[in-house]
């Protein structure tokens, strides 16, 4: 099953730490702030290298970072297609 990032768990921990923004997370543990938003919205999986940083920075237990969200059938997975620069865009009915 498809792993989302509990970004409440994360940001609750991170205030506690003195970053209080989704940008000091981002800059505290390398790496992008859309980055971050893309896995706290489940467009994205957060990689291994990603949880074990925020595990060791902000002292989070793996099993509180992320969870299981289970995947749609293709009858309810949003259509999308590619626009002309390669990105994915939702399909207009």
Known sequence: MPLRLRMDT???KAKKAGDGSVFAVARRIGVNHTTLGRLS????EPSLQTLWTLRRVYGIPMDD???ERPALPPEEQPRTRRNSRGRKQPVRS
């Open 10 to 12: 994360v940001l609750a």
């Open 65 to 67: 970072l992320v969870y």
């Open 41 to 44: 919205k489940g467009q994205s």
